[in-house]
């Protein structure tokens, strides 16, 4: 591992980091699904559409279904097969009991709305726990991301994603610094530190 670490190339080549918004489990099944199904895709759209619109998500509380028409939808297995809710259908009551469900929507949507705003704040906080703070010293050495742009094209997927290494001239503050070349030339520009990662 000190090996790797240590190396060039590796660390030229090493993955960007990109952690994920919240993992929807609807998600995992679309991948599991497209994974047996080997590009017959066009077929499932429905199905899938239907899954996820016909699921509660954790970020609302509530189906994508029921925020957009204020009720539940009927599941084709309760067409199908005899069920209580449609033995016990009543045209009146279900007519008074939609009539309310409309009075209750703005409401719904709102409270919706604050448990998505909440999950948002307790992934943010979860996501702030996770993250070093990195901040990088006058002289000390530096890998930068290569952007899409000066990438070689020849390369392909193979051409590294980060380049260097640089050395750091000058701390401007708040996450921002200058670099120049190991022959001490200045780079033009400042770079954030999001851009940057030490180099071993």
């Known amino acids: 591992m000190a090996k790797v670490k240590t190396c060039d190339n590796c660390q030229k080549h090493a993955t960007l980091s990109t952690i994920p918004a919240e993992k929807l489990h609807t998600l995992e099944a679309l991948k599991k699904k497209l994974d047996d199904v080997k590009g ?18 954790s970020a609302t509380g509530e189906t994508p279904f029921k925020l957009v028409y204020e009720v539940e939808a009927l599941i084709p297995v309760e067409i199908r097969m005899p069920t209580l809710r ?23 949507r709102e409270m919706a709305a604050i448990r998505q705003r909440a999950m948002k704040q307790l992934i943010q906080r979860r996501h702030d726990k996770k993250v070093i703070p990195r901040a990088f010293e006058h002289g ?40 120049e070349t190991l022959l001490g030339d200045l780079i ?7 851009s940057l990662r030490k180099y071993q």
């Open 86 to 108: 449609a033995e016990l259908y009543n045209q009146n009551r279900n007519n008074d009991a939609r009539s309310t469900d409309l009075d209750l929507i703005d409401e719904e």
């Open 40 to 57: 017959e895709l066009a077929d499932l759209i429905p199905e899938i559409l239907w899954s996820y619109n016909t699921t509660i998500q």
């Open 140 to 179: 000390e050495l530096v890998l930068r991301k290569t952007e899409e742009a000066r990438k070689p094209q020849a390369h392909g997927k193979l051409a590294a994603n980060w380049e260097g290494p640089f050395r750091i001239n000058r701390v401007l503050g708040k996450g921002a610094y200058q670099q």
């Open 188 to 194: 033009p520009g400042d770079w954030n530190v999001s």
